[in-house]
């Protein structure tokens, strides 16, 4: 099985379409923010969720909630894609119901492997995995530039150091940054 979780008008072949509302037409409603989700333990291969992660889990226990639903219902290896805007792009800032920024970094706290090196390491990081009881590698990661800044480094006008140097320094810069995760279970 496959979810399109938070689908909106952006439906996907092959995926079960899921919304919180009918308002898009999905294949089945659920609010994901209420658990235990409809779905059996280890019985999704992939989850899709575009512009979603973000408008979840506005305060700790509810966005661990969600990860551990998540977890549960991926069997070992399933793939899940999440796409999110950028929390220094003011498309972030403008939509009311997002509620927490979602980056590569955050996301690969919930890797077991990571809180294990960093535990082992001495290092401070919140062993994130290991409090929220899932465990998710990171496979891929992608950002989209924004303009000028995609037209700029794909014609070489702008380096990769001088790429870097922006991303950290500026705003709108990332407009949109695609993580690829795979459930860890076995
Ligand atoms: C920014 S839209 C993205 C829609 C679509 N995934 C896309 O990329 O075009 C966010 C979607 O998440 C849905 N959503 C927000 N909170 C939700 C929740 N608690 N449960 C299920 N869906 C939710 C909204 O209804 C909306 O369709």
Known sequence: MRLNLGC???????????????HCAPDMVHDLELVPWPWDDSSVDEIYMSHVLEHLGPDTASYFAILREMYRICRHDAR???VVPHPRHDDF???ATHVRAITVEGLSMF???NCEE?????NANTPLAFI???DFEIVDSEIALE???KSKFDLD???KAELIQAIKQYNNVIKETKIVLRAVKA
């Open 157 to 159: 006008v702008l380096s």
């Open 8 to 22: 909106g008008f952006n439906k996907r072949d092959g995926f079960v379409n899921v919304d919180i509302g009918d």
């Open 93 to 95: 800032l403008h939509d």
């Open 80 to 82: 899940i894609t999440i």
């Open 147 to 149: 303009e000028p800044y």
């Open 111 to 113: 890797s077991h492997k």
């Open 132 to 134: 929220a009881e899932v």
């Open 118 to 122: 960093w535990v082992a390491a001495g």
